[in-house]
């Protein structure tokens, strides 16, 4: 029997004043009631009860001994309490890393919602565009692009794909070469996310699939940078759609070759955090929103796509 549970019997016995009273209401034998109490006693070699046949009595040691041990399990008993509610109920500051260009575009709803259904969690959110060790950084969830979650000990949930997109500004095609193909690309200042070395590029196109190799002119670490980079008219970059859909609404860049779309390495974005198993409520409740948040998110941009589909159809079937 350890000391804790000792030092519950001890306090049992103290307000009974009978260890078989005590035992009956804990549920242990009376034997085991006297093992407890001599096991303290033999503890702290000194006797905490007078015992008689009818008579238990709390010697002075052990008048000493009762008050210290009742402040050290009403603290345990709160504890464990509120570790038991962490458990039920999402409470507490939850930890998070996100890259940049995730944060600008898809970060804040989802925490807005999440808080707007759990107001007792505290979010703290750390940007970070180079490789994050969930473990290292105490980071409850973490938003990857999936390549990125390689460790076997960590569990990634997909939520939406990174669609990438060519794009210039228009002052960076008038001033340069027509861009009329994939290998035409070649000729041109490529801007994109870093990687080692070579690059490739795979696009398909009307007359099938067609891949380049390239050497970026500039190879950043953030996709906010390459962004910024195709503003300021240093090329053509190869960048998640999202981070410029407002860009290519208000004309400040362009879509090169539209009639060809970017394939290659499929990606998504993807929320990691470490194992299914013992995870708080604030955890597992985060995680379930943010898959349901995407889920839905793709699931009006369907109806909304087929919607503009059956308007386009109407439209030329007039």
Not at 7 to 18: A, D, I, Q, S, Y
Not at 109 to 136: C, F, M, N, Q, T
Request: proline share 4%; aromatic share 6%.
């Amino acid at each position: 029997m350890n000391q804790l549970q000792a030092m519950r019997v001890f306090l049992k016995v103290v307000e009974l004043k009978n260890f078989g009273l005590a035992g009956e209401q804990l549920g242990i034998s009376r034997p085991a009631v006297t093992r407890s109490i001599a096991m303290l006693e033999e503890h702290f070699n000194v006797r905490l009860l007078h015992r008689s046949t009818h008579n238990v009595s709390v010697t002075e040691a052990g008048e000493a001994y009762v008050d210290g041990v009742r402040a050290v399990l009403e603290k345990l008993d709160e504890v464990e309490a509120e570790v038991n509610r962490s458990v039920r109920e999402p409470k507490g500051t939850l930890r998070i890393a996100a890259p940049t260009s995730f944060s600008l575009t898809n970060l804040a709803p989802l925490l807005a919602g999440y808080r707007r259904r759990y107001p007792e969690v505290r979010l703290e959110v750390s940007l970070i565009d180079a490789h994050v060790d969930i473990v290292e950084g105490r980071y409850d969830a973490c938003f990857v692009a999936d390549h990125k979650a390689t460790s076997a000990t960590m569990v990634s949930r997909a939520l939406a794909p990174i669609k990438p997109v060519l794009v210039a500004s228009p002052d960076y095609l008038r001033q340069s070469e027509a861009v009329h193909d994939a290998a035409s690309l070649q000729r041109h200042d490529l801007l994109a996310h870093m990687d080692t070395g070579r690059q490739a590029l795979s696009l398909r196109t009307p007359s099938g699939l067609e891949r380049i190799e390239f050497e970026p002119a500039l190879a950043a670490s953030s996709s906010v940078l390459v962004r910024e980079a195709a503003l300021a008219h240093m090329g053509i970059a190869i960048i998640p759609e999202d981070l410029v859909r407002d860009d290519i609404e208000q004309g400040r860049l362009t879509v090169v070759l539209p009639q060809c779309e970017v394939e290659g390495a499929r990606r998504q974005w993807a929320i990691l955090y470490s194992g299914r198993r013992h995870l708080s409520a604030k955890v597992r409740s985060f995680i379930e929103f943010a898959v349901d948040h995407f889920r839905e998110r793709r699931e009006r941009t369907d109806a909304s796509g087929t919607e503009s589909g059956n308007e386009r159809f109407l439209t030329e079937a007039v």
